[in-house]
C-alpha cells in the first residue's frame, strides 16, 4: 500500500516541528536567554546550536537523546571534526564516565 503524498508530508511537517522544538529545548538548557553559552566542545562562550554526538543522521534511536545532543557552537558543530575529542571530554565530565558507551548500546538496539 502506497503512502499518499499528503500523508507523507504531514510526517515530514511533524517531524521537523518536533526537531525544531526539541533543539530550542536544547539551546536553552544549555544557554542563556539569548542562546548564548559555553561550547561543549570547545568551551567558549558562542551562539549555540543543538550539537549531536552521534549524528542524527546515523542513528535516529539517539536523535532526540538529552545526553546525546548539547550546546555546541557553529564551528564545532559544523566544521571541525578535531571537536569530537573535546566533545567526548566533556560528556565524561557532564554525564558521568560511562557516557560513551551507554550512546554506543542505545545506538546499537536502536
Known amino acids: 500500500m502506497k503512502r499518499s503524498p499528503l500523508r507523507k508530508k504531514r510526517k515530514e511537517n511533524f517531524r521537523a516541528k518536533a526537531v525544531e522544538a526539541f533543539n530550542k529545548y536544547i539551546r536553552k538548557r544549555d544557554g542563556d536567554e539569548n542562546g548564548m553559552g559555553n561550547c561543549i566542545s570547545c568551551g567558549k562562550w558562542k551562539l549555540l546550536q543543538a550539537g549531536h554526538f552521534v549524528a542524527a543522521s546515523v542513528s535516529l534511536a539517539l536523535r ?6 548539547n550546546g555546541q557552537c557553529g564551528a ?3 566544521w571541525e571534526d578535531k571537536s569530537i575529542h573535546g566533545y567526548a571530554i566533556a560528556m565524561r565530565k557532564k554525564y558521568g ?3 560513551l ?5 542505545i545506538r546499537k538496539q536502536g
Do not use: G, H, K, Q
Open 76 to 78: 564545532c558543530n559544523c
Open 101 to 105: 558507551e551507554e550512546l554506543a548500546e
Open 97 to 99: 564516565p560511562n557516557i
Open 64 to 69: 532526540f537523546n538529552e545526553s546525546n545532543v
